[in-house]
């Protein structure tokens, strides 16, 4: 098979800081490789995936997010470059759209973000020609209108990961600078177990800085401390050396790829029982899910109960990339029978 594979244009495939999505495209683009398939990836001109790759915009336009130019400009040229491929697996938004112009071309879509706002109402318009997968069963839940054609959960290569032994007795927290994500509640429950927290944030937008000023940076300490967004070399190396990852979410988090990069270092990990966390962490086996911050403090307490080998062998079996690449070459298999 030859698969197209279409990122947003955002953030380099794979990302050199904060980018979810372009991790877990960069995961596909290479396991389809590996399975044997071919695959031509549409992404910017400063990525460094290891297959095939077409362009039109020199750099990612993270400065811009969110902005419809660049990637209308992105998707349409995205659509010319990928027209020798047999299915196209798109992860902007506007590509669904627009490939209503090519009826007799397999297109299959991934949705990353959080189907219980506006996103229903995009992709309840289109579901019905563009096949929908969603990474989690929190994240289609809120949207039972929306035809989803699998649920696929996420997926990482352990042996690419060091695996650690939380020598290092801090705590960690990581993502976005959000009082959704939670970065103030990881402190208080730090704070009040009486142990170190090393917090790793992507802090770019005035919403973020804003958060951080009022809620984060005022209770900055010797023990609580904020490094900024750091690449992923050294976010893995924290990871290794943290004794749990804090995930005190207050959304509906479609799926926190965090958690099992964490796992996949064999750091457990606590999070509030929201979003996709009850489908990833294992409660007493890789973490546990706590359902405010004074059981979070009191998981901390219970941290050394956790086997860190059981935490990196969920990764290694169900959270790994072949898992996730086999249920996508058997979803687009199913879709390219069906149109024939």
């Known amino acids: ?28 683009a290479t396991g389809f490789q590996a399975a044997g ?16 790759k077409r362009h039109i915009l020199p750099v990612a336009q993270g400065w811009r997010i969110g902005f419809a130019v660049p990637e209308i400009i992105h998707v349409t040229a995205g659509y010319d470059a990928l027209s020798d491929v047999d299915i196209i ?51 289609r839940r809120p949207a039972p209108q929306v035809q989803v054609a699998r649920v696929i959960h ?22 976005r600078m959000s009082p959704d994500k939670g970065a103030h509640r990881a402190m208080e429950a730090a704070y009040k177990a009486g142990v170190p927290l090393i917090m790793a944030a992507k802090m770019r937008e005035s919403l973020e800085y804003d958060y951080f000023e009022h809620a984060v940076q005022p209770y900055l300490n010797d023990d609580l401390v904020y490094l900024g967004e750091v690449p992923h070399e050294k976010k893995l190396e924290l990871l290794a050396g943290a004794r749990g990852l804090l995930f005190p979410i207050r959304w509906n988090e479609p799926f926190g790829m965090v958690m099992i990069e964490a796992m996949a270092c064999g750091t457990p990990v606590l999070a509030f029982p929201e979003g996709a966390a009850p489908e990833v962490v294992a409660h007493g086996e890789t973490g546990f899910l706590c359902n405010d911050v004074a059981e979070m403090v009191e998981a901390i307490q219970r941290i050394d109960s956790i086997d860190r080998a059981a935490c990196r062998a969920s990764v290694e079996g169900y959270f790994s990339t072949q898992r996730m690449v086999a249920e996508h070459i058997a979803l687009f298999e199913d879709i390219l029978a069906a149109r024939t």
Do not use: N
């Open 89 to 139: 697996h798109d992860h902007t938004v506007f590509g669904p759209f627009y490939c209503e112009r090519f009826p007799d071309r397999p297109v299959v879509t991934t949705v990353h973000g959080a189907l219980d706002g506006e996103l229903a109402q995009v992709y309840e318009r289109i579901h019905e020609r563009v096949p929908v997968i969603a990474i989690s069963e929190a994240q």
């Open 154 to 175: 996420h997926g990482v290569d352990a042996v690419e990961f060091p695996y650690g032994s939380g020598d290092g007795g801090y705590f960690m927290f990581l993502g």
């Open 1 to 28: 098979m030859r698969i197209g594979l279409l990122a947003p244009p955002w953030t380099p495939v794979p990302p050199r800081l904060y980018g979810g999505i372009e991790l877990v495209v960069d995961r596909l």
């Open 37 to 52: 398939h071919e695959v031509v990836l549409f992404t910017t001109g400063d990525s460094t995936c290891a297959v095939e």
